[in-house]
């Protein structure tokens, strides 16, 4: 039985679909340690889950929302190749209220679709992801930290 020290989330679709997307909030970055508030309005934003990409990303028009200043430039490699990208230091909160500080992130151009962020592999590893398609329907679910394995085949 795993232990009831974490935070978890689940997304349920009501059909089979080809992306997961949250609602998340974005601020400028801060340490809750130091400080109960953040030093921003929060900015709400949708986000793409991507386990196809190694770090997390931002937009333009979310970087620009939140007037992040670059903190450097780093080179990303894409479908389209590889190009140079801005980098910001961000603080995230997601679904199920844990807030991840000091997170770095690139910029992308402003993407079609209806998300600001894409969540990369540098945040899901933070925690166990599932995602299954049974009766028709996608469900997706995400806890942190990570507690146990998941093995359908023991299963």
Known sequence: MPPNDFNAFTIKYNSIVNRITTQITLYQPFDPTKSSSPPTQPFQTNALWDTGAT???ITKATAQALN?????STVVYHAGGSSQSNTYLVSILLPNNVGLTGVLVSEC????????????MDIITTGDFAIT????????TFRTPSIQPIDYVVE
């Open 55 to 57: 770090k997390s990303v």
């Open 133 to 140: 398609n049974a009766n028709g329907q996608t469900w997706m």
């Open 68 to 72: 992040l200043v670059p903190v450097g």
């Open 109 to 120: 151009p402003d993407i079609a679709g209806d998300f600001g962020v894409v969540i990369g």
